[in-house]
């Protein structure tokens, strides 16, 4: 059974990164020619090519719960973070979005060089204060523009079955920017784990949840409150 793993991860990796590369450099090259959001479907195409290989090679497949409860306007998603496959799925899913991603990715050729292109939040990690600064200031800046904001608040992936702690920095920027929290769970650690070569075949379940209004509210009751759910839907779905 390893065997057949090993192999069926070998072929998804023989057809990713050939798309990774192929859209990176279409986004930073004539994608700049494209207005932000078109550039966005362009880059994004190789995320909707990425998930379609995982489900041909690896077995993997998708099941989406709540997608009627995203709203139309401009928000921040607050979602677990388990695996390289959220970040493809919510950004082609939810564009137009700006992700919420450490510097030091903008630096990967091809690869970094196309998400400089789709416009993220760029921070540094290692600087707690600017980078509280830089979501507040280019976040708030994003959700004027019509763009949804993408945010992990556990910071780095969580092996399968574990909760990091929930910084607070995306509920207070749904809070000074007056728009709603959208909550996302999913389990994809359980099949695409963090840092790890085999793909594991079965179903990804991701869950949209109602949004959760910010009026009234501060960023520890947000934040509490997203990570309720979130955790409570995980539970459910291992």
Known sequence: MKAVLALRSTLFYAGYGPI???FSLLSCTLGLLLPLRQRQTLATTGNWLIHHWLRIACGIRVRV??????PAAPFVVLCNHQSPWETFYLQRRLRPVSTILKKELLK????????ASVKPIAIDRDNPRAAIRAVMEQGQQRLAEGLNVIVYPEGTRQPYGSVGNYARSGAALAAAAGVAILPV?????RHWPPRKFLKFPGEITVIFGDPLATEGMDSKQLTLAAQHWIVARQEEIR
């Open 65 to 70: 719960i709540g997608w009627q409860h995203v």
């Open 20 to 22: 990774v590369a192929l």
């Open 185 to 189: 769970a999913h389990n994809a650690g």
């Open 108 to 115: 990967i050729p091809f690869f970094g060089w196309g998400l």
